[in-house]
């Protein structure tokens, strides 16, 4: 069986590769529904398939806790749960899995909803290029601005999306209409990564002033400039590749960002090449992380540590769920580096027939809020409370758009 799950994996991807995604997508429904593997012997193939909530408080710990690995011997993919079932229905699960998300990554959704009708609000595209290169993005501008200082949103895609989808997909332009924020989606071009992903795990994109980050750092200055918004509440956020792009850039540009938000993304510098990518999305090694503690900038301890907010299913098995909790423990190190103490609380709640979270609130000494998690229990790689109408997306989730941008505007800083 596992040679045939490849022989269908192979399958629609090449078929996604030439162009002829409807019979990828078509081919995915029928191996999901217990479909055979496909005939790969022939050039040609027609796979035409058949087609607010009460919550309990109480002081946890004073620092960050890391969600443990799947218990021994299950896949690094896999849920904690598996661990109890047989071995080979367990290996069996474990590649199914990894075939569907891994088919899932290249072929995207429809997108369904129209990001461009919000109220009177204008949906503007635009392309930025500086000596590091060129990037296309679009721009939200809500109907109520006339030239006041507003906030900036900064919102990063995820792999295989584009700014249309994710706005659709978080509903955060509903929001900056209702608020009165602008938000910006840069474009990953597909000349710097095939899949669209932000190269998050490039050591040439993750330093101050080279390659992305330079890009998206002077892109965001160049919006702040032009339309007159408050340099001190600039935010950043980003899901999967695009959360961990926003923690390169909060790790980087400390001085532009007030605060950012990290949706199923991964800390800084702890992947260098694809492999190690892999390596640090599938397991959420704290060896691999705490080797690369020095690659935090060194200036970045005499500044001011980025709030950070982050949201991550503990069902992902695209990027192990511990890696919100290292993101955390990222800063948390830095803080605890200067002498600062955190003090940790925890709430449980419940979405009214959705997904039960637990949601974790450090404090430093002087009470204010600097970082939240949301673990989301039972929710896989998608957007927390997002549309179900487009990619990527958990509608049964809490709200990670409302929470952001709630904790966004509680957070600013001095112009830069």
């Known amino acids: 069986m596992t040679d045939a799950l490849h022989a269908v994996m192979a399958e629609a991807t090449r078929l996604t590769r030439s162009g002829r995604l409807d019979e990828a997508a078509a081919l995915i429904r029928r191996t999901l529904r217990g479909g055979f593997a496909p005939d790969t012997s022939s050039k040609t193939s027609d796979f035409s398939g058949h087609e607010p909530i009460d919550s309990t408080c109480r002081v946890i710990d004073d620092i960050p806790q890391l969600t443990p ?31 569907r998300t891994g088919l899932e990554s290249i072929i995207t959704k429809p997108s369904q909803a129209n990001p461009d009708i919000q109220a009177g609000g204008q949906f503007m595209t635009g392309s930025f290029t500086n000596p590091a290169g060129t990037r296309a993005y679009k721009l939200y501008i809500p109907s109520g601005y006339h030239g006041q200082a507003l906030p900036l949103i900064v919102m990063l895609h995820g792999c295989a999306q584009d700014p249309d989808d994710f706005a659709a997909g978080t509903r955060m332009n509903v929001l900056a209409e209702r608020e009165g924020f602008f938000v910006l989606y840069p474009e990953q071009a597909p000349q710097a990564n095939p899949s669209r992903c932000w190269n998050w795990f490039k050591a040439s994109d993750q330093h101050r002033d080279h390659g992305e980050p330079s890009i998206l750092a ?56 694809i492999p190690s990518a892999f390596a640090a999305m599938q397991q959420g090694e704290t060896a691999a992380l705490l080797q690369r503690e020095s690659s935090f900038p060194a200036a970045l301890k005499a500044l001011r540590i980025v709030p950070t907010i982050v949201f991550h299913g503990d069902r992902d098995t695209t990027v192990h769920p511990g890696n919100g909790d290292r993101v955390l423990a990222q800063w948390a190190t830095v803080h605890s580096g200067a002498g600062r103490k955190l003090r940790v609380t925890a709430n449980r709640g419940q979405v009214p027939h959705g997904h039960s979270y637990t949601h974790s609130i450090y404090h430093d000494a002087s009470g204010q809020v600097v970082m939240e998690q949301w673990l989301v229990h039972g929710a896989g790689h998608g957007w927390s409370g997002g549309s179900p109408d487009v990619s990527y997306t958990d509608p049964k989730g809490p709200s990670a758009s409302e929470e952001m941008v709630r904790f966004f505007l509680k957070h600013s800083q001095g112009k830069p």
């Open 69 to 99: 690995p799947p218990d021994s011997g299950a896949s690094a993919h896999g849920s904690r749960h598996d661990a109890g079932r047989s071995a080979p229905s367990s290996a069996f699960e474990a590649t199914f899995r990894s075939l």
């Open 218 to 273: 002077d892109m965001t200055r160049h919006i702040v400039s032009t339309h007159g918004l408050d340099a001190g509440r600039v935010y950043v956020a980003g899901h999967s590749a695009g959360g961990a792009m926003a923690m390169v850039m909060g790790v980087n540009y400390p001085e532009l960002y007030a605060a950012i938000g990290v949706h199923s993304g991964l800390p800084y510098g702890v992947a260098h090449d």
